[in-house]
């Protein structure tokens, strides 16, 4: 490969050695050509195949069927759920699920953690956490008059092993991190902090919504016990899709989460006086799941696994490495800073950086068709799906950037316009 | 019209005065002619309208919009509440939200209502309710220390109102009730009832499940302080499509869900440091909701709403009582007994048989088209909805049940065959 180049001509060179580029045409994006998006962080784009899938379930199986189509659907969490273990998760089958949203799959296993850990009253997480992952905890925190310890974290780089430790002692039952940050994109080491954190004696959760799909995620082999990830991202299983749920196998027995609902009874439909937890993962669902949803799951982590985890792994390094390295030849001189690891072994899949002008930059290019997202409080987040974004779109995106943050094309914006994603 | 015959003219009569007959057409069925569908409380049927929505969404909203698309879809889980509030539930805008599941949605009022009540420890729901209602509060119970008091009730009759005010003391926090029980389809005087539990200074959550859609529901003019269902039955929003939730408005400030999710959080993508609930029916969101569920919700609301939900029940309460004639006639001999109220004021959308090989008759009837469900122990549910069902369907129906329980054609079918749906 030749070395780094601004050129354009570079970005294509890139793209002409890409061999995952035929990816992009499983998309259904008429107009691709007149949009660059960088955001396949927050909503992944439409799989074709999950197009037609939805539509057979929905003409077929939904139109047609009628409720005969449970008899198949009451199998599509555990079928989504494996899927992704399989293909995404290094996880082996039966420890996935797909039900619920994040947000719920994470207060039903931190409940369940804190009750398998009797006598230790602490949870920690970082306090640069996603949003949702600091809220629940401290939600089941007072509720259970246990303490949420916040591990201090640095915004750009991520948690550091010290901080971590320092925040452990006996008292600790549960620690939930985020493996890829939703802000920085600082990509954790999950078996070490796992080490860590088991020594402990504490139960390692980790929250994977800004890591499946884009990095090699390896639940066995890690060791986490637990973990939680959504799958509207990198996934591309479309706005609201369930969430995924994953406990390790020795686990499943002797963990009971807090929501005691039909779908997670054994023999459900004999509906039983007693509630009586189905064995398996299955006892993690609550009420009847979304089936659209959990197909356009199974859809997405089947792509993603028809590439190879590996593979969008080292284009995602190589995209994202040039996204900084453009950053630093033509966006530094106009004030801004990246605020992601530059280790790529450190690094998720999307890079951010910091401008005081963050949030009407973002609105700027979107209006020029550049999707792109604002994190509080200064940063754009800009985020290359190997799927489907090639280098010439980051060098175009990068180039438009360039030239509305050096024109200030972007000063009629409000700087506080409301955001909405 | 004339009076009562068990003669096949008789309904083709009933249909031809029928007003609501071309809303059948309004669904997508190539082949009703060949499937008499008498299952719409367990999963209702796809609406054309839905079908264009949902493909609307998928094709051009997540597939063109993308990300772009949230600035609408934020609001999904509102407008469809609303729709819902309007024009099945009697109750005011900006009480009734769309997301989760029915069993995480009660999971989350019931734990509310026991902080709204300190000091009061049992919460009381019936022994026949719906499984998953009886065992969310089993679970809500065992986490708050709480007893959890159940009414027995007569499984074809229902809940009576002695036996509420014989559960009825100052220890109650919260009672939770179906308006229309799910195996025998009696329909609970939800204004009485709610007088009655508010007289015990408790709270009173009503359970919709089979009752929205099925007959009118009157939340505002009931007093009712709280209420779940589910969507997927007569709204025809499709398997596993969110749930409602309606918290009324005085109550709305003072009540906390547990569940502290960024959908729930007040200045969302601020993404602040603490939660802060949202002001509104908004707080009870948790996390990231199904869109494309919430648009089918709004879709199924509005095609009830277009018929009406007087003329809906009208014509209902001449199916069921029809069931109830033909059932009288035909199947008394053979061995059925009607297990549902036969007071039509007391009766929701559908009407349970007894019989002691109910699981095979249901499991035949399939065999040929005709489909209803079996419920434990011994009973044959059937639900002739409005808007699709027509006297003749219930005609055939009956008739084919009655040939095969004469005959015993179901011998060869398993007694122990396992249940799906």
Redesign the interface.
Known sequence: MTSFSADRSYAQTLDAADQLTHFRDRF????WED?I?L?GN??G??PIRT?AR??EL??Q????G??????K??HQPRVAGDMLAEQLLGAASGQVIVC?????NL?KLAWAALDFRPGRDVIVTD?DN???D???L??VAA?RGCELRLIHTDMDEGISEESLVAALDDRVALVELSHVAYRSGALADMGQLTDLIHRAGALALWDLCHSVGAVPVELDGSGADLAIG?T?KYVNA??????LLYVRDELQHQLRQ??????G?RD????????DPAPGISAFL?????????VAVEEGARLLGEAGMQQLREKSVALTEYVIALADEWLAPLGFTVASPRRAARRGGHVTLRHDDARQLVQAL?RTNI?T?Y??PDRVRISPAPLYTSFTHVWDGLDRLREIAASKSYADIPPEQ????
């Open positions: 259904v994006r008429p107009d949009l998006y955001n927050s909503l784009p439409l197009q939805i539509a929905i003409d199986d939904w139109g047609v009628l409720v005969r189509s449970w008899d659907w009451l619920d949203s994040v947000t719920v207060y306090d996603f949003p949702t600091r809220y629940v401290a939600g509720q959504c509207y479309g706005p609201g899709a369930p969430a807090p929501i005691w609902g039909w779908f009874q459900q439909f004999e509906m039983g006086p007693r509630y609550t009420g009847t799941p979304d089936i659209m949803g959990a979107l999707v997202d994190r509080t409301p955001l909405v994603s």
